[in-house]
């Protein structure tokens, strides 16, 4: 059983910028984040394999966001700048084992319990 603890969302103004973290009990697996808006699904924003040496990223934060682990401390962090309304979201941490940092979340087999990221105008 793998646990996932978010941290790190808040409130900023457009432009600006935040940094997610996620702290993973247990081995390190491939990390990922996802977003939800309410009345929408599960969205995938970000994921990265274990070493850290491939990424993928959804093309609308391509540029702006960062994903990056440190497997000493068994964390993952999304690192966002240029922050527009439209990021505003819940944000969650996943993982999953294997080697290829899908974006599809029926996937992951973990999930953090989200930390929300509000985005003014």
């Known amino acids: 059983q793998v646990q996932l603890v978010e941290s790190g969302g808040g409130s900023v103004q457009a432009g600006g910028s935040l940094r997610l973290s996620c702290a993973a009990s247990?081995?390190?697996?491939?990390m990922g984040w996802f977003r939800q808006t309410p009345g929408k699904e599960r969205e995938f924003v970000a994921a990265i394999s274990w070493t850290g040496g491939i990424t993928n990223y959804q093309d609308s934060v391509k540029g702006r966001f960062t994903i990056s682990r440190d497997n000493a401390k068994n964390t993952v962090y999304l690192q966002m700048n240029s922050l527009n309304p439209e990021d505003t979201a819940v944000y969650y941490c996943a993982a999953k084992e294997g080697i290829i940092p899908t974006a599809s979340k029926g996937q992951y087999d973990y999930w953090g319990q989200g930390t929300q990221v509000t985005v003014s105008s």
């Open positions: 247990g081995r390190s697996y491939i």
